[in-house]
């Protein structure tokens, strides 16, 4: 197979993940590295190809979602090492505008959360008598 046909199913694997919903989720990509894997592709050029595939067309990588939000709660937990309400508001809004509506609000907060639960950045700036992080995480079915 030459090297264009090796692109162009490439390009043609991503394209019918993404038909539905414009979105890439973990299950997906792997399934796609698995195919550049078989085809010869490492798995940095399979990785840009992706990336740059996902940008083109307007898709959605959830990966890309997830390192975001590990940046971002990592900027905000830096100054005093605990994010407050505030803070995870600013990260939320951020996410949403680069889901491009292809996640519910939900599904997004519980991003967030998940990865503030598995980096260790869950500590929080609590007030006087609420807990808002404990408060979300019950709205969420997360507790």
């Not at 997906?28 to 740059?52: C, N, P």
């Amino acid at each position: 197979m030459s090297l264009d046909a090796i692109k162009k199913r490439f390009v043609d694997e991503i394209k019918l993940r993404a038909y539905d919903d414009k979105y890439i989720d973990k299950n997906e990509e792997r399934e796609i590295m698995q195919i550049a894997i078989q085809q010869g592709i490492g798995i940095d050029s399979a990785r840009a190809a992706l990336a740059q595939v996902c940008e083109h067309e307007g898709y959605v990588l959830e990966s890309a979602l997830f390192k975001l939000i590990k940046d971002q709660v990592t900027i905000a937990a830096g100054n005093d090492g605990k994010v407050d309400q505030k803070e995870f508001d600013l990260v939320f809004q951020t996410v949403k505008t680069a889901a491009q509506g292809r996640k519910n609000d939900r599904e997004l907060k519980k991003m967030v959360v998940l990865v503030m639960e598995d980096t260790g950045m869950n500590k929080v700036k609590t007030g006087w008598f609420s807990d808002w992080y404990a408060s979300l995480k019950r709205d969420l079915g997360m507790v």
